[in-house]
């Protein structure tokens, strides 16, 4: 291959990679029922990465993803997933979530704290063995950060699961919507507690402690502007509440949701806001995809790795829906209910893979457990959509979905 080709012309062989190979392997291999289009990305991305391709074919893969090319798509991928979360966040009811607040609580905090006591089990277990404890890991930082790598939902794929199930803008899915997004904001604060990171603790109270401030303001001038100027100030908003939930520590996804969660439907126009999610789900969300799975560095870390894989996804799946299950109890909600909602809450996606990243780079876990942990997200993602859609099926000719929870 030509080492004299430009930076740019490497970018869009990048790019055109990156949009073909997994649109070709979705039709060729029919794998929409199991494996929707946005789960072939996120596999292809772990197969294109440095752990695969990158193993069998370091030079023109170190040829094709140098440094300037993985920047600029990084650039990408987080301009993209900023918009798509933003969006999300839009389509949550605000007069929903305070209306529903004690459900929306109970069930958010048993579906994080029973995967994290699962996942902490596991890792107490894993801890009896050599290999799978980081360097620098306390125990209970070790226990903490696997138990909060089970509990973690991924919400950009979640809300991705929920548009190909068409239940995002009915009730059902409105409040998994919001369930995700509360265990989000815990799980980045919980992260920094694990880093031991007491200054970014403190930044992040003072962010929370601004957003609250500037939202009435944000919200009153919206009410006062054009539709067309709306759209400018959305992005300013955007913008600068993604940097500061990243300069606090949680995230600048967590940012870009509480940006579109105070924003209304209205403002904008719904048929607007479709056409939007539809353009940023097809033009950018696959480079977010695929270019998180370049960031991925793993070895297999031989046969023990896949059975680790299938314990981390057992707690994970166990405790989500032992999670739900309890809530269910609790609320009173209707049969079928909690196991949907668990099903959904389990998906684990990117946001797993990032987590699992940080704690992989802090030297809090291994690359065998890294390598367990991403095995667990890829698993638990596909088997989401096969689990939950005869089951709302059925939950639909009960009539279940649609109804709100009280």
Same mark, same amino acid.
């Given at each position: 291959?030509?080492?004299?080709?430009?930076?740019?012309? #490497?970018?869009?062989?990048?790019?055109?990679?990156?949009?073909?190979?997994?649109?070709?392997?979705?039709?060729?291999?029919?794998?929409?029922?199991?494996?929707?289009?946005?789960?072939?990305?996120?596999?292809?991305?772990?197969?294109?990465?440095?752990?695969?391709?990158?193993?069998?074919?370091?030079?023109?893969?170190?040829?094709?993803?140098?440094?300037?090319?993985?920047?600029?798509?990084?650039?990408?991928?987080?301009?993209?997933?900023?918009?798509?979360?933003?969006?999300?966040?839009?389509?949550?009811?605000?007069?929903?979530?305070?209306?529903?607040?004690?459900?929306?609580?109970?069930?958010?905090?048993?579906?994080?704290?029973?995967?994290?006591?699962?996942?902490?089990?596991?890792?107490?277990?894993?801890?009896?063995?050599?290999?799978?404890?980081?360097?620098?890991?306390?125990?209970?930082?070790?226990?903490?950060?696997?138990?909060?790598?089970?509990?973690?939902?991924?919400?950009?794929?979640?809300?991705?699961?929920?548009?190909?199930?068409?239940?995002?803008?009915?009730?059902?899915?409105?409040?998994?919507?919001?369930?995700?997004?509360?265990?989000?904001?815990?799980?980045?604060?919980?992260?920094?507690?694990?880093?031991?990171?007491?200054?970014?603790?403190?930044?992040?109270?003072?962010?929370?402690?601004?957003?609250?401030?500037?939202?009435?303001?944000?919200?009153?001038?919206?009410?006062?502007?054009?539709?067309?100027?709306?759209?400018?100030?959305? #992005?300013?908003?955007?913008?600068?509440?993604?940097?500061?939930?990243?300069?606090?520590?949680?995230?600048?996804?967590?940012?870009?949701?509480?940006?579109?969660?105070?924003?209304?439907?209205?403002?904008?126009?719904?048929?607007?806001?479709?056409?939007?999610?539809?353009?940023?789900?097809?033009?950018?969300?696959?480079?977010?995809?695929?270019?998180?799975?370049?960031?991925?560095?793993?070895?297999?870390?031989?046969?023990?790795?896949?059975?680790?894989?299938?314990?981390?996804?057992?707690?994970?799946?166990?405790?989500?829906?032992?999670?739900?299950?309890?809530?269910?109890?609790?609320?009173?909600?209707?049969?079928?209910?909690?196991?949907? #909602?668990?099903?959904?809450?389990?998906?684990?996606?990117?946001?797993?893979?990032?987590?699992?990243?940080?704690?992989?780079?802090?030297?809090?876990?291994?690359?065998?457990?890294?390598?367990?942990?991403?095995?667990?997200?890829?698993?638990?993602?596909?088997?989401?959509?096969?689990?939950?859609?005869?089951?709302?099926?059925?939950?639909?000719?009960?009539?279940?979905?649609?109804?709100?929870?009280?």
């Amino acid at each position: 291959m030509s080492t004299h080709m430009s930076t740019t012309e #490497i970018f869009l062989l990048a790019m055109l990679l990156i949009f073909v190979v997994p649109f070709a392997v979705w039709r060729l291999f029919k794998t929409d029922y199991f494996a929707p289009l946005v789960i072939v990305q996120i596999i292809m991305g772990i197969i294109l990465g440095p752990g695969v391709v990158g193993a069998a074919f370091p030079e023109y893969h170190k040829f094709l993803f140098n440094p300037d090319v993985v920047k600029t798509l990084n650039g990408v991928a987080q301009w993209g997933v900023m918009l798509f979360v933003m969006l999300a966040g839009v389509e949550l009811d605000l007069k929903k979530v305070w209306q529903y607040r004690r459900e929306s609580a109970t069930t958010a905090g048993l579906s994080l704290c029973m995967p994290l006591i699962f996942g902490c089990g596991a890792a107490l277990l894993l801890m009896n063995y050599q290999g799978w404890i980081g360097a620098k890991a306390a125990n209970w930082q070790f226990m903490l950060g696997v138990g909060m790598a089970c509990a973690v939902t991924a919400l950009p794929v979640l809300v991705l699961l929920l548009e190909k199930l068409d239940i995002l803008r009915q009730p059902m899915g409105q409040r998994i919507m919001r369930y995700a997004s509360l265990d989000d904001v815990a799980i980045w604060g919980v992260l920094a507690v694990i880093m031991l990171d007491f200054e970014r603790m403190g930044r992040q109270v003072g962010f929370l402690v601004a957003f609250a401030v500037l939202t009435p303001l944000f919200r009153r001038m919206m009410t006062r502007l054009q539709q067309n100027d709306r759209w400018y100030i959305a #992005i300013f908003w955007l913008l600068a509440c993604a940097f500061g939930a990243d300069w606090a520590g949680l995230h600048f996804m967590v940012g870009a949701f509480l940006a579109g969660v105070v924003m209304d439907v209205e403002w904008f126009g719904q048929e607007h806001l479709d056409a939007l999610f539809k353009n940023v789900l097809l033009v950018l969300m696959p480079v977010f995809f695929l270019s998180t799975g370049l960031r991925t560095k793993w070895d297999l870390g031989g046969y023990s790795v896949f059975f680790v894989a299938g314990l981390l996804l057992a707690a994970s799946i166990g405790g989500k829906l032992a999670g739900a299950h309890i809530a269910g109890k609790v609320l009173k909600w209707k049969d079928g209910e909690a196991s949907i #909602i668990g099903w959904l809450l389990q998906s684990k996606g990117l946001i797993e893979i990032i987590f699992a990243n940080i704690l992989l780079d802090k030297q809090i876990i291994t690359s065998e457990t890294f390598t367990a942990l991403l095995l667990m997200a890829v698993g638990s993602t596909m088997l989401t959509i096969p689990v939950v859609h005869p089951k709302l099926n059925r939950a639909q000719n009960r009539g279940l979905v649609g109804q709100a929870s009280s």
